[in-house]
Nanobody
Framework: QVQLVESGGGSVQAGGSLRLSCTASDNTAGTSCMAWFRQAPGKEREGVAV???????RYADSVKGRFTISQDNAENTLYLQMNSLKPEDTAMYYC???????????????????WGLGTQVTVSS
């Protein structure tokens, strides 16, 4: 069982930046996909960014060029650098990891076994 703990959320004005962190209790690098999902009130959860075991990345069209996902294997930590934030980025952000080996960056949330409790990001205009 892998435990994931997110941090780094907060309130910023439009155009600002935040860096989210997700610390895993076990080293998932090299085998799992890890991803950031988000869910705004009244909306479905959506994938934001994912990194596969072989370090391939994939981003939602809405965040391309603004968000960067990265991983520090030594610290078992996943990051999401968010720049040029917009009010529509306001949501609860969740870190997730697959239990199975994963070498293709996938969006399907049902394939992610481990989830953190989330960190809130609020962007004001």
């Amino acid at each position: 069982q892998v435990q994931l703990v997110e941090s780094g959320g907060g309130s910023v004005q439009a155009g600002g930046s935040l860096r989210l962190s997700c610390t895993a209790s076990d080293n998932t690098a090299g085998t799992s996909c890890m991803a950031w999902f988000r869910q705004a009130p009244g909306k479905e959860r959506e994938g934001v960014a994912v990194i596969s075991a072989d370090r391939r990345t994939r981003y939602a069209d809405s965040v391309k060029g603004r968000f960067t996902i990265s991983q520090d294997n030594a610290e078992n930590t996943l990051y999401l650098q968010m720049n040029s934030l917009k009010p529509e980025d306001t949501a609860m952000y969740y870190c997730a990891a697959t239990a199975a080996r994963c070498y293709t960056p996938i969006w399907t949330s049902a394939l992610y076994t481990f989830w953190g409790l989330g960190t809130q990001v609020t962007v004001s205009s």
